[in-house]
């Protein structure tokens, strides 16, 4: 499966500069979906799970998604293998709204409820996550909408609580938020003709220190995705998408000392859709790690899954 999705993606990434006769794929010419869209719980990944950018059919939007990830982590320092399951769910509010011709605000709100199934019981915990804030501006424009850049800078409101027991477990990220504010630069290019259209995407956080002297290690993520259109009339647009998602970790950090065992990467494979009918868009896409190396091997990506559903403004 690892293999399929690898070999989609490769092939939708190249096929991107193919020609075509048919009709204009309709992908729009803006992104919407920042970093930090879906978990806001950050370091070594399990728990952040930030779906990079997106490409919906309604680049304006308000609107609801559900986010879902899974790991293997281990138990305690005593146990060799990977035996405890750590499942994280989100429920996101969204929208982002132009405020000029190349400016727009987005905006997320999310919902956490987490858990963890230890030998002593299952632990969950849920509430409100931490706050985004992003402006959007679009740097670049063919007059024939063949390319396309755009930029961003964000602020995260750490509106989420954050456990500073929790951090002493084997994935600290097991949080509602960080406690800190967090600052987000993004950078998305789109090429786009006919029928198929490839996103390039890359982001950067700084994470700072919270009140309890507690520093996540900063992110950055970069993917690759293609689209390819499989339907469009005046009512309905349906279209397929393959790519490829990683991340990387830096270390956490406490009252200023590197904890061990905090860094690390991974990498998916990703396939979804994305649909609209009039005001609406659907979309959902599932994610599997190709490569994943987590908290020095204590933790291991399993999977994601999201689904999407927007309102266009």
Same mark, same amino acid.
Not at 108 to 117: I, Q, V
Not at 142 to 164: A, R, T
């Given at each position: 499966?690892?293999?399929i999705?690898?070999?989609?993606?490769?092939i939708?990434?190249?096929?991107?500069?193919?020609?075509?006769i048919?009709?204009?794929?309709?992908i729009p010419? !803006?992104?919407?979906?920042?970093v930090?869209? !879906?978990c806001d719980a950050c370091?070594?990944?399990?728990g952040?799970?930030s779906?990079g950018?997106?490409?919906l059919?309604?680049?304006?939007?308000?609107g609801?998604k559900?986010?879902?990830?899974h790991?293997?982590?281990?138990?305690?320092l005593f146990v060799?293998d990977l035996t405890?399951?750590q499942?994280?769910? #989100?429920?996101q509010l969204?929208g982002?709204i132009p405020?000029t011709?190349?400016?727009?605000?987005?905006a997320?709100?999310?919902?956490h409820f987490?858990?963890k =199934?230890?030998?002593?019981?299952?632990i969950?915990?849920?509430?409100?996550?931490d706050?985004?804030?992003m402006?959007?501006?679009q *740097?670049?424009?063919?007059?024939d909408?063949?390319?396309?850049?755009?930029?961003g800078?964000?602020v995260?409101?750490?509106?989420?609580?954050?456990d500073?027991?929790?951090?002493?477990?084997?994935?600290?990220?097991?949080?509602?938020?960080?406690?800190s504010w967090?600052?987000?630069?993004?950078l998305n290019?789109?090429f786009?003709k006919?029928? *198929?259209?490839?996103?390039?995407?890359?982001d950067?956080t700084?994470? #700072?220190e919270?009140k309890k002297y507690?520093r996540f290690g900063?992110?950055?993520n970069?993917a690759?995705?293609?689209?390819?259109q499989i339907?469009?009339?005046?009512?309905?647009?349906?279209?397929? =998408?393959?790519?490829l998602?990683g991340e990387?970790y830096?270390?956490?950090k406490q009252? !200023?000392e590197?904890?061990?065992?905090?860094?690390?990467?991974?990498?998916?494979?990703?396939?979804g859709f994305?649909?609209?009918?009039?005001?609406?868009?659907?979309?959902s896409?599932?994610?599997l790690?190709?490569?994943?190396?987590?908290a020095g091997? !204590?933790?291991?990506?399993?999977?994601r899954f999201?689904?999407? *559903?927007n309102?266009?403004?």
């Amino acid at each position: 499966m690892k293999k399929i999705f690898l070999i989609i993606s490769l092939i939708l990434l190249n096929l991107a500069q193919a020609k075509t006769i048919s009709d204009s794929l309709y992908i729009p010419t !803006d992104f919407h979906a920042m970093v930090f869209d !879906d978990c806001d719980a950050c370091g070594c990944a399990a728990g952040n799970g930030s779906s990079g950018f997106e490409s919906l059919l309604n680049p304006q939007f308000i609107g609801i998604k559900y986010f879902a990830q899974h790991y293997k982590a281990k138990e305690n320092l005593f146990v060799k293998d990977l035996t405890q399951d750590q499942y994280f769910n #989100t429920i996101q509010l969204w929208g982002k709204i132009p405020l000029t011709k190349k400016l727009s605000v987005y905006a997320s709100l999310p919902f956490h409820f987490h858990e963890k =199934k230890t030998m002593q019981g299952d632990i969950k915990i849920n509430g409100i996550g931490d706050l985004n804030l992003m402006g959007i501006y679009q *740097l670049l424009n063919s007059k024939d909408n063949i390319h396309q850049l755009n930029g961003g800078v964000g602020v995260k409101v750490p509106l989420g609580k954050f456990d500073e027991k929790g951090v002493s477990g084997v994935n600290p990220s097991f949080q509602l938020g960080t406690g800190s504010w967090d600052y987000q630069m993004v950078l998305n290019y789109k090429f786009q003709k006919n029928k *198929l259209a490839v996103l390039l995407n890359t982001d950067y956080t700084l994470k #700072t220190e919270n009140k309890k002297y507690y520093r996540f290690g900063n992110q950055w993520n970069y993917a690759a995705t293609g689209f390819y259109q499989i339907l469009s009339n005046e009512k309905v647009n349906f279209s397929g =998408k393959a790519g490829l998602q990683g991340e990387v970790y830096d270390r956490n950090k406490q009252f !200023d000392e590197v904890l061990p065992n905090t860094a690390g990467s991974a990498l998916y494979g990703k396939l979804g859709f994305e649909a609209s009918y009039k005001k609406f868009s659907l979309g959902s896409e599932i994610m599997l790690p190709t490569y994943s190396n987590l908290a020095g091997g !204590d933790i291991e990506a399993k999977s994601r899954f999201s689904i999407f *559903l927007n309102f266009g403004i």
